[in-house]
């Protein structure tokens, strides 16, 4: 009753307040409307501000970058394999807060970015010594139990919300597992069956850009999850539509941010682009020596670099044009098998890939022209990775060693630039 009481008085209220809006003057109306624009127009204006204020930092490749902090203890470990550990890639987290690595002892290493690399005081800081200790220890270590294949964060992951902080990881003989950044704790599977009933496990593995869908590379096919159902459900493509495609293991996977494709890379050296939406084949790339081992797309998704194993180029395609290669960026990866890593800076004006001579080179996308390299290890260089949006980056190196008879030995013998990850702060135009 008392509920009923309320409805009543309040439609009263209501149709008093519709009155009082139909017969007000024209006046008024025009000045409401005049004021409304006004508002709306400084919205626009403040929302131009902000973004006029805001820039990515325009980093300087005639400066060499220092070191800002090293790792090298932790990965010294011995590990199953009779060659002792070794680091095999890095990435950043899409909030920057810590990046990943991934090493040979069947490990995923979780560092977060100390405060103080944030800060106008971290200029003064001095270079972290390569021989000393590790600067600082993984906050989180996630172990698999075979080799991983591959890793990779969820693209919308972000601190200030505990549930979008995970990250995917593959490994042989082993489901997609998705495991919680903060405590280490794995948070679901994704598993996929071959005709026998048994679980296959993916070579390659990617979110798309809306981090929806899960997408993961095996032996020409391709098999979709919905990040929110794991278990067994997935889509499967295969990648031999008309006889075209690739036609061996899918190694890398890349979507481009802009246009809805995405590229899948083989180790039948080619690269195929496909429509995300109904996996539609676009174009079938050839050129590439060796296995393709990365696909990126360009920041404004109209080319595509390409890398392969044994292989010293990276491609340039422009997707609007596939009939021939933009231009080629060397690097040196004549005899190694392992994936060296390439990334493209967050301005999406340079590229900088590693390599088996110790070197990170950076390369002007504009015309394909080398601008600059350093020395980041003693030996392979075999990740990098540029900070989304600080003037950082990051790099992993090592490789498998043999002959070595006892693997404590081999492990001590390391140099301090040997098997180790650092973090590189370059310097910036506004600094200058």
Known sequence: MEEAAEEQAAAPAAAEFGDATENGTEEEGASAAAAAAEEAAAAEAAAAATAAAYSWPELRFDLRPRRRYHFADQFRSPCSS??????????????????????????????????????AAAEDTAEAAVGGQDSYGASLQ?????????????????????????????????????????????????????????????????FNSTGSKLFAGYNKAIRVFDVHRPGRDFEQYSLLKGGEGPTGIVSSISFSPQNGMLAVGSYSQTTAVYAEGNMEPLYVLHGQLGGVTQVLFSKDGNYLYTGGRKDPYILCWD??????IVYKLYRSCD?????????????????????????????DLQGGQWVTGFQAAADTVN??????????????????????????????????????????????SQEA
Request: net charge negative; aromatic share 14%.
């Open 82 to 119: 009779s060659a002792g550990n070794f680091l095999k890639g890095v990435k950043w987290s899409p909030d920057g807060s810590s990046f990943l690595t991934s090493s040979d002892d069947n490990s995923l290493r979780m560092f977060y970015l100390p405060e103080d690399a944030y800060g």
């Open 142 to 206: 996630v172990n698999e139990g075979e080799p991983v294949y591959d890793f990779c964060w969820y693209p919308y992951m972000s601190l200030s919300d505990p549930a979008t902080c995970v990250f995917a990881s593959t490994s042989r003989d082993h489901p997609i597992h998705l495991w919680d950044a903060t405590t280490g704790e794995l948070r679901c599977t994704y598993r996929a069956y071959d005709a026998m009933d048994e679980i296959t496990a993916a070579l390659s593995i990617s």
């Open 319 to 324: 997707i609007r044009n596939t009939v021939e």
């Open 335 to 363: 005899t190694t098998n392992q994936r060296v890593q390439f990334d493209i800076e967050p301005c999406g004006k340079h590229l900088a890939t590693g390599g088996q001579d110790g070197m990170v080179h950076i390369y």
């Open 383 to 428: 990740g990098f990775s540029f900070h989304p949006y600080l003037p950082l980056a990051t790099t992993s190196s090592g490789h498998r060693r043999f002959g070595m008879q006892d693997e404590f030995e081999e492990e001590s013998s390391l140099a301090g630039d040997e098997n180790c990850c650092s973090v590189w702060k370059f310097s910036c």
